[in-house]
């Protein structure tokens, strides 16, 4: 696997993760994750043995998570110190992180805060709800852009929405279980759009489109890091035969 570098210093690096590259090991994954990338590299073979920490040995330094099919800037720790560190950055909701979607129908109003509790779903344990007795979720979004794009669904007026959308809390699914919900389902999302249009829309782009565009922090130094990760290829070319409108 060749992973592109995008940020790199002492402590850290940000990776732009492919679509399709699971990030942590499990039993039940099949094919090499960024967690087995980062454990072939160099550094870490060297410094391995001479590091007793559980949770960075557990987790290689990998400091959060991105869904197998979205794409972008990952963040990855080279030693347990920055590992916390950054780990509590998390935590305390100390790092930006911003994302582009391409949706179902026409957002409007142009910007706009969702507000809604997640749970996981009791009938579908890989799949999460909007419950009220679930954990608080805050998503923002804008609209970039609208496009042309044909479908059987009223509601949705033959529009596709490109979106930046940022993060208050870090939700398993939220961007997706948010747009879904508010009915901008998230293009090619083959849980959270129906299988009909999700088996159309993988005609054109075989994953969803939701990417990390986007991340910022302090470092362990209080300097200002900023990040962009670009746009899968495939994601480049279908916006570009979209017509805008």
């Known amino acids: 696997m060749k992973l592109e570098v995008v940020f790199e210093d002492e402590n850290i690096m940000v990776v732009n993760k492919p679509f399709g590259v699971v990030v942590n090991r499990a039993s039940s994954v099949k094919g090499e994750t960024v967690q087995d990338w980062v454990e072939s590299r160099k550094e870490f073979i060297d410094s391995r043995s001479s590091i007793v920490d559980k949770t960075f040995l557990e987790r290689s330094g990998i400091c959060h998570r991105l869904d197998k099919e979205t794409s972008g800037c990952l963040l990855i720790a080279k030693n347990p110190k920055s590992l916390t560190y950054y780990l509590s950055l998390f935590k305390n909701r100390k790092i930006t992180k911003s994302y582009l979607a391409l949706v179902h129908g026409l957002v409007d109003p142009k910007e706009g805060e969702v507000v809604l509790p997640l749970k996981r779903s009791i009938m579908d344990r890989e799949k999460w709800k909007v419950r009220f007795d679930g954990k608080k979720a805050v998503s923002q979004w804008k609209v970039l852009k609208y496009f042309r794009y044909e479908s059987k669904n009223e509601q949705w007026k033959n529009v596709l929405s490109l979106l930046s959308v940022g993060l208050k809390t870090g939700r398993t699914h939220q961007i997706r279980v948010h747009l879904s919900f508010l009915g901008w389902p998230i293009f090619a999302d083959a849980k959270y759009l129906n299988g009909q249009q999700s088996r159309l829309d993988r005609n054109f782009l075989w994953h969803h489109f939701l990417h990390a565009s986007y991340i910022s922090f302090k470092n362990e130094e209080g ?19 979209l017509k805008e409108g």
């Open 223 to 241: 300097r200002l890091i900023e990040v962009s990760a670009s746009l899968p290829e495939d994601c480049e070319h279908f916006l570009k035969s």
